[in-house]
T-cell receptor, first 112, second 110 residues
Framework: DGGITQSPKYLFRKEGQNVTLSCEQN?????MYWYRQDPGQGLRLIYY???????QKGDIAEGYSVSREKKESFPLTVTSAQKNPTAFYLC???????????FGDGTRLSIL | EDQVTQSPEALRLQEGESSSLNCSYT??????LFWYRQDPGKGPEFLFT???AGEEKEKERLKATLTKKESFLHITAPKPEDSATYLC???????????FGKGTTLSVSS
């Protein structure tokens, strides 16, 4: 079954802790993206990767880190430097450059 | 600066009451305008892509149209299951990412 899988669905972070959100895809798409969604706000781009072993900062990259070691996987780490991490995090993929992005079902991160 | 503005923020309709959602955009050289539907606690679901002024796309009760400055999502005879947040986005100048509006939350009551 083709798609984008984000895990976990819910995640809780303690003060000073780093947490990693998983995004896996079997659509064979080259490009992958991480967005953050806050209530009443549009989606804001954190990081994106257009090819394996390469990634670029988006508009709000501070306090986050990513890796892209495999085409299928693009994990996002929320570090302790991110002071307001509570949000809904969405992963997206895109095939060819003229195609739309497709999204996973998100991870909701909260502070303990 | 690339920008997307959606209006209204929220819209309440009675079942069968047709209406339109607006998406105004500012981008140099449009490389695609996208409409998504998002249900609570879920990721956005792709609906339409529009590329040039005058283009129209339809799917069931939804029709998207595009001018040089804005797009409309027309909802004809809506049903309660059409209740969701509708997001509009444009591809940025560099073609590397999407810029989203804040969305319109539609509620349809029977």
């Amino acid at each position: 079954d083709g798609g984008i899988t984000q895990s976990p669905k819910y995640l809780f972070r303690k003060e000073g802790q780093n947490v990693t959100l998983s995004c896996e895809q079997n659509l064979n798409h080259d490009a992958m993206y991480w967005y953050r969604q806050d209530p009443g706000q549009g989606l804001r781009l954190i990081y994106y990767s257009q090819i394996v072993n390469d990634f670029q900062k988006g508009d709000i990259a501070e306090g986050y880190s990513v890796s892209r070691e495999k085409k299928e996987s693009f994990p996002l780490t929320v570090t302790s430097a991110q002071k307001n991490p509570t949000a809904f995090y969405l992963c997206a993929t895109q095939g060819r450059s003229n195609q739309p992005q497709h999204f996973g079902d998100g991870t909701r991160l909260s502070i303990l | 600066e690339d920008q997307v503005t959606q209006s209204p923020e929220a819209l309440r309709l009675q079942e069968g009451e047709s209406s339109s959602l607006n998406c105004s955009y500012t981008v140099s050289g449009l490389r695609g305008l996208f409409w998504y539907r998002q249900d609570p606690g879920k990721g956005p679901e792709f609906l339409f892509t529009l590329y040039s002024a005058g283009e129209e796309k339809e799917k069931e009760r939804l029709k998207a149209t595009l001018t040089k400055k804005e797009s409309f999502l027309h909802i004809t005879a809506p049903k309660p299951e059409d209740s969701a947040t509708y997001l509009c986005a444009v591809r940025n100048q560099a073609g590397t990412a999407l810029i989203f509006g804040k969305g319109t939350t539609l509620s349809v009551s029977s």
